[in-house]
């Protein structure tokens, strides 16, 4: 078992990759617990799940709103608990994000754990602290920043996770070996079987490589004030193309990556070689579903992203596999690079 650190100035939050979950009780307090899951977690693991109140909400981003955050706020009222209560989340991003964003308002903030059940989470939405809601289209515009005391992932849980649900995990995972490991990278160029077999020690060492370079990022900008803008690689355009076309957020980001690195090796800062190299990677495991959407749905679409400041927008680009850099550039050149993909596809 792995243990990781994220350490900031005002909490300290460690991420337990390779611990199996079944032992999750002994890191919670004796009383006020509450687990906070999905119908389909709860299905396959509710018999396992440690004795408390448990709330379930409807899988995927719908539940992602604030009137769900309100109405699972008003059954902790009604099991009665306080500001010594406790949240443990057990499940992918979704219940991550919305678990950690309730702990952070339930009377002020009490106190939560995650068990990570999905790839996706595990690579990347439980570590970092980020949680939030959706408000009508624009993700993620409702939220805080506070770290979970601790994150389970038990990569044997990966064992029940639909294929696409695993892809969609799969292109966080290279994310992060393109923005700053490449020795990831090679890892994932020369094990897609294994990967593909859902290999326990494979994945264990790939989840903690990528919780490794996040806590790293997040240690250093927790508020994302420079460096942790990195972790948005893809992001721009996969948000908008997550919203328009409803698909999974990983294959959305994949799509994402794809126009970034074709972006970064038009202005000269990759080289083909690299650039096919990514893109092949995102081919091979089937991430890029071509769900391009129009330049009007794009420009209305990056213009209530959250990240744009003015008519700008922090654009992270790749410099190479294993590097990231972020450019302040303006919603039109984006737009326009846009355009310009799209005329040669
Ligand atoms: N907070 C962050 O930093 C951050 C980072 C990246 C993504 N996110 C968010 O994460 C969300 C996506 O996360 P996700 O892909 O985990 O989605 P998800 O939570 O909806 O899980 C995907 C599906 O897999 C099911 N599932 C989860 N674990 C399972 C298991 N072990 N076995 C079988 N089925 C299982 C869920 O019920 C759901 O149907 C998005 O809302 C995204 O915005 C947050």
Request: with cysteine; hydrophobic share 40%.
């Amino acid at each position: 078992m792995e243990k990781i650190f994220i350490n900031t100035p005002y909490t300290k939050s460690e991420i337990l990759v390779g611990q199996s979950w079944d032992s999750v009780s002994e890191l919670l307090p004796e009383a006020g617990v509450v687990i906070l899951t999905d119908d389909n977690v709860l299905k396959l693991y509710g018999d396992s799940f440690p004795d408390v109140p448990v709330l379930s909400v409807t899988p995927g981003e719908v539940s992602k709103k604030l009137s769900v955050v309100e109405s699972l706020a008003a059954k902790l009222m009604e099991n009665g608990i306080d500001r010594s209560g406790f949240i443990l989340a057990i499940g992918g991003g979704v219940v991550c994000d919305i678990a950690g964003f309730l702990a952070a308002v339930y009377m002020r903030g009490i106190r939560c754990g995650f068990v990570s059940t999905s790839l996706l989470s595990q690579v990347d939405a439980s570590t970092g602290g980020k949680n939030g809601v959706n408000l009508g289209s624009t993700k993620n515009m409702i939220g805080t920043i506070r770290q979970p005391e601790f994150v389970v992932c038990d990569p044997s849980m990966l064992s029940t996770l639909p294929d696409d649900e695993f892809l969609s995990g799969l292109s966080e995972l290279i994310k992060t070996a393109v923005i700053g490991d490449k020795d990831l990278f090679e890892i994932i160029e020369n094990s897609r079987k294994e990967i593909l077999e859902r290999d326990s020690d494979m994945l264990t060492m790939l989840i903690t490589q990528a919780v490794s370079f996040k806590s790293r990022v997040v240690t250093e900008d927790e508020k994302e004030t420079g460096l942790r803008r990195i972790l948005n690689f893809g992001h721009t355009f996969g948000h908008a193309i997550e919203l328009q076309r409803g698909i999974k957020h990983g294959f959305a980001v994949a799509s994402g990556m794809e126009l970034a690195t074709e972006f970064s090796c038009e202005i000269g800062l990759i080289s083909s070689d690299e650039k096919n190299r990514i893109i092949s990677v995102l081919n091979y495991f089937n991430l890029l579903e071509q769900q391009y959407i129009t330049e009007s749905e794009m420009e209305k679409l990056i213009v209530h992203d959250k990240k744009k400041t003015g008519a700008s927008i922090h654009f992270v680009f790749t410099e190479g596999i294993g590097k990231a850099t972020v450019k302040k550039i303006t919603v039109s050149d984006i737009l326009d690079f846009y355009k310009r993909f799209r005329q040669k596809r």
